[in-house]
């Protein structure tokens, strides 16, 4: 998963098994556009992604996740076409400046969320889009009252901090996670019912 970070990479990609949810800034199933919509102060607009985005992701990937497995333009359309995804866009006018994935797994009433990538355009970070696209993503998880899991690089401080902030704890450490970086990850959870508490 490609993680918030704040400045640096982290959850996992479909083609890769490495999840990096770190590059964010300290910010239901199906392609939903629950807690998409809206914009903010500084005139960033939350929406879906579509199928256009694709190729801007992956390079924005390229940037923030290089030595860990950035996800390709097929991932992103992999990711954007699937029933058992939420994919949000961050906007500054027609710029593209932040995505966010998240995965719903199991069935519902029975269902945990996934973290895979979170990425905001370093020009663009330091401005609370990872927050909100977090925010976003944690908000169709409550609705359903699920846990969500990520992996995020041990070493990747400020992502860390943003999601200890949003009610996720350390659970485990994959050693060697990402590839080909060989950094190792920390699994975080946030338990089902931790909605009221960010």
């Known amino acids: 998963m490609n993680s918030p970070d704040i400045s640096s990479p ?7 098994g490495s999840s990096d949810t770190s ?7 199906g392609t939903s556009s629950a807690g998409t919509g809206g914009g903010s102060r500084d005139g960033v607009v939350y929406e879906p992604l579509v199928a ?17 497995g950035p996800w ?19 906007r500054s006018g027609d710029r593209l400046v932040g995505y966010s ?33 977090l925010r976003r993503m944690l908000a169709v998880a409550d609705a359903e009252n699920a846990p969500v899991v990520l992996d995020v690089r041990t070493d990747n401080v400020p992502a860390r901090s943003l999601y200890v902030a949003h009610g996720f704890e350390v659970v485990g450490l994959r050693p060697r996670y990402y590839r080909p970086s060989m950094a190792d990850a ?12 960010s």
Not at 10 to 16: A, F, L, R, V, W
Not at 52 to 68: H, I, K, N, T, Y
Request: glycine share 12%.
């Open 72 to 90: 390709s333009a097929a991932a992103f359309l992999s990711e954007i076409g699937s029933r058992h995804t939420t994919c949000v866009a961050a």
């Open 23 to 29: 590059s964010a800034d300290t910010g239901s199933a």
């Open 10 to 16: 982290e959850m996992g990609s479909p083609e890769t």
């Open 52 to 68: 256009d985005d694709a190729m801007q992701c992956a390079r924005l990937e390229q940037v923030l996740f290089s030595g860990d």
């Open 186 to 197: 920390h699994l975080m959870v946030r338990p089902a019912g931790e909605g009221t508490s």
């Open 101 to 133: 994935v998240l995965a719903a797994l199991g069935r519902e009433g029975d269902r945990e969320f996934e973290v895979h990538t979170i990425g905001v355009d370093p020009e663009f970070q330091g401005r609370g889009i990872g927050r909100a696209l």
